[in-house]
């Protein structure tokens, strides 16, 4: 961290490291990095992951069936016709196979969605078979144009190859649409499993929280403290304590809460935690009663607010401040001023923290952002405005 300055980023604390070791490898040999920069933007246009593979397979028989068409026997006359007749046809097809990727992938951007699955579909089709007519014509007038060994323009043979690859074009669009199909129920079945052992984690992470011994032990020990000096707050204090506890049981298989639902297990948990360091902590709250509504996952800010303690130095003359806000940009804001605890071990609490970002992540919502600096820490979490988005 850069000392007086502020960091804001979302948060991935891997891609640090690789990061400076590619800046390394590009300052050392700026040539290199530049021709892999051309290599990298250099993409042919993909519809599913397995475009390629379907034409290294089909290109060759295509294109002897095809050429057997224009040509006849002629084709297989000589070794010269058949390698050139070959080559030229072939690239001609592969020229014209990436022209069609291209095609569907902006048709796909221009009806992206699953209702808007047939237009495409039909759109596709339709250009296809056109640009088929297009391509053939071009092929058979092409070899004749060029008077390639002697070749003159078949109808029959046109009419032909034109009916027979309308209907592969037809097939492969079928084939094309279904493959990525399926990829996308692969990659949001696997989002969906990573998402369930996302929380796993974050549920054995609350129940860490729950079963620490040192918070255990120093919420009973303030009890204790408590009973013997002031009843009252006593029974206030185990109140709340069996609110913070039964919230944590609760919500073990709570995927999202209400900001509101969230807010008021932090009330509680804010109790134990002011019974202890007293005047040394201090929470100031200020939400928007529509943003209250709002959902977030479950012991969020808990997460954030443990990790402010446990990074900092709590004192009466120097109280940590915690502030809990949301903005006009659908964000919940928390901050604290930041006063580093002095010790020889290393005090961290990052592990929530990089379990929440990937919660965030595969919920498909914006990423977590963190401002740091020597004076002030500020984490900006979305609010997510459906429950029922999000769900799996």
């Known amino acids: 961290m850069k000392k007086g300055g502020t960091i804001q980023r979302p948060?991935?604390?891997?891609?640090?490291?690789?990061?400076?070791?590619h800046y390394a490898s590009s300052k050392s040999n700026p040539q290199k990095s530049v021709l892999c920069n051309q290599v990298m933007k250099l993409k042919l246009p993909q519809y599913s992951g397995k475009d390629y593979l379907v034409l290294?397979?089909?290109?060759?028989?295509?294109?002897?069936?095809?050429?057997?068409?224009?040509f006849g026997q002629k084709y297989f006359s000589g070794i010269p016709i058949f390698l050139l007749a070959t080559f030229i046809t072939s690239v001609s097809f592969c020229l014209f196979f990436i022209l069609c990727g291209g095609i569907a992938v902006l048709?796909?951007?221009?009806?992206?969605?699953?209702?808007?699955?047939?237009?495409?579909?039909?759109a596709m089709?339709?250009?296809?078979?056109?640009?088929?007519?297009?391509?053939?014509?071009?092929?058979?007038?092409?070899?004749?144009?060029?008077?390639?060994?002697g070749y003159t323009f078949?109808?029959?043979?046109?009419?032909?190859?034109?009916?027979?690859?309308?209907?592969?074009?037809?097939?492969?669009?079928?084939?094309?649409?279904?493959?990525?199909?399926?990829?996308?129920?692969?990659?949001?079945?696997?989002?969906?499993?990573?998402?369930?052992?996302?929380?796993?984690?974050?549920?054995?992470?609350?129940?860490?929280?729950?079963?620490?011994?040192?918070?255990?032990?120093?919420?009973?020990?303030?009890?204790s403290s408590l009973i013997n000096e002031d009843e009252e707050h006593a029974e206030k204090f185990l109140d709340e304590m069996s609110k913070v506890y039964r919230y944590m049981l609760r919500n073990d298989d709570e995927q999202l809460v209400t900001l509101e639902t969230e807010l008021k297990f932090i009330d509680s948990y804010l109790?134990?935690?002011?019974?202890?360091?007293?005047?040394?902590?201090?929470?100031?709250?200020?939400?928007?009663?529509?943003?209250?509504?709002?959902?977030?996952?479950?012991?969020?800010?808990?997460?954030?607010?443990?990790?402010?303690?446990?990074q900092n130095t709590v004192q009466k003359n120097s109280p940590l401040k915690i502030f809990i806000t949301?903005?006009?940009?659908?964000?919940?804001?928390?901050?604290?001023?930041?006063?580093?605890?002095?010790?020889?071990e290393p005090v961290s609490n990052e592990e929530g923290i990089e379990n929440l970002v990937l919660k965030y992540q595969l919920l498909n919502q914006p990423p977590v952002i963190i401002e740091q600096d020597d004076c002030n820490c500020c984490i900006f979490l979305p609010l997510i405005d459906k429950k029922e988005e999000v769900t799996v």
Not at 107 to 118: A, D, I, V, Y
Not at 130 to 146: P, S, V
Not at 273 to 292: A, M, Q, Y
């Open 326 to 344: 949301t903005s006009s940009t659908g964000m919940i804001v928390i901050k604290n001023n930041t006063q580093v605890k002095q010790t020889n």
């Open 154 to 223: 078949n109808q029959k043979g046109f009419t032909g190859a034109y009916i027979c690859m309308g209907i592969i074009n037809i097939f492969l669009t079928l084939l094309f649409e279904g493959i990525a199909r399926y990829e996308n129920w692969k990659i949001n079945f696997n989002e969906t499993e990573q998402l369930k052992k996302t929380f796993k984690q974050s549920q054995l992470l609350g129940l860490k929280s729950q079963l620490n011994p040192h918070f255990l032990f120093n919420s009973l020990n303030s009890l």
């Open 56 to 70: 290294a397979v089909m290109i060759l028989p295509f294109t002897i069936i095809m050429n057997f068409v224009i």
């Open 125 to 149: 089709i339709l250009t296809f078979v056109t640009m088929t007519g297009l391509f053939l014509l071009l092929i058979f007038r092409g070899y004749e144009a060029i008077g390639f060994f």
């Open 11 to 21: 948060f991935s604390p891997v891609h640090a490291g690789r990061g400076a070791n």
């Open 107 to 122: 048709l796909k951007k221009r009806f992206p969605s699953e209702e808007q699955t047939g237009h495409r579909l039909i």
């Open 271 to 310: 109790f134990l935690l002011k019974s202890r360091f007293g005047d040394g902590l201090e929470i100031i709250t200020r939400v928007s009663e529509p943003d209250k509504e709002k959902f977030i996952p479950p012991l969020t800010l808990q997460v954030i607010i443990e990790r402010a303690f446990t």
